[in-house]
């Protein structure tokens, strides 16, 4: 398994955010993970990035525990976070925040490999080439969200891990974002996917976990989710 959480349990103050959640995922697959707004799904993803501690379990990459890790070792070691809100660096360049994302990795692989780096992304999100000179916090809500990915991209993870990707995007650049996570995939990268839109998560993904009030209530082939009828209630809108 790639990724594997094992009992996982966080509390803010008195409040228990997860309880006992525990999810695993093999390499090269989509999977996201569904549930109402408070329901822990951000909390998951930042403990698996150390930015909220974790109580009680495990978190293990390639099967090894990485609850000691910080944040920016974790990025080395090839885990990414395109964070809710996409948190760009707005008073700076479209450019800068993309050589941002390689930061980690300034001394080991140098300028050269950063601004190839820089052109993949340009090539999946041409219009961040068109305006690399821009100033992030003036570009639209869809080309910021292109940004925040493509800064991702920058550390080469293996696994990308996107928190509401498509909020408040237009459906034609969701659908545009969501092809260029499929393309990443079918180039082997694992995607863990949280999203509100939970129709489009489940017709893209492999595998799917439904969140309720901070425990895992759910889970199976995201097609099979996609027709029960629970899950359409309860977040489809059928």
């Known amino acids: 398994m790639l990724l594997e959480l094992k009992d996982i ?6 409040i228990v955010a ?7 995922f093999s390499e090269k697959s989509i999977v996201c993970i569904i549930g109402a707004n408070g329901a822990g799904k951000s909390t998951l993803l930042n403990c698996i990035m150390n930015i909220v501690p974790v109580l009680k379990g495990e978190v293990l990459y390639n099967g090894q525990n990485i609850l000691s890790y910080k944040t920016h070792e974790l990025v080395k070691l090839g885990i990414t976070l395109v964070p809710e809100g996409r948190m760009l660096f707005s008073h700076l360049t479209v450019k800068d925040n993309l050589y941002l994302g390689a930061y980690a990795f300034f001394r080991d692989i140098g300028r050269k490999e ?6 993949e992304v340009y090539e999946l999100f041409p219009i961040l ?3 690399q000179k821009q100033i992030a916090g003036t570009l639209s809500g869809g080309q910021q969200q292109m940004l925040a990915i493509g800064r991702a991209l920058m550390s080469k993870p293996r696994l990308l ?3 509401e990707p498509s909020m408040g995007l237009a459906p034609i650049l969701v659908k545009e974002i969501f092809t260029v996570l499929k393309y990443l995939n079918e180039q082997s990268m694992s995607i863990l996917l949280i999203e509100q839109n939970a129709r489009s998560a489940l017709r893209m993904s492999h595998y799917a976990f439904v969140l309720e009030s901070g425990r895992m209530v759910k889970e199976g082939l995201a097609s099979t989710l996609l027709n029960d009828e629970r899950i359409k209630k309860a977040y489809l809108g059928c």
Do not use: C, F, P, W
Request: net charge positive; no cysteine; hydrophobic share 35%.
């Open 9 to 14: 349990t966080v509390a803010y103050g008195g």
């Open 18 to 24: 997860l309880k006992n959640v525990s999810i695993s």
């Open 161 to 163: 891990m996107l928190d």
């Open 114 to 119: 950063v601004r190839k780096r820089a052109e």
């Open 129 to 131: 080439k068109d305006r």
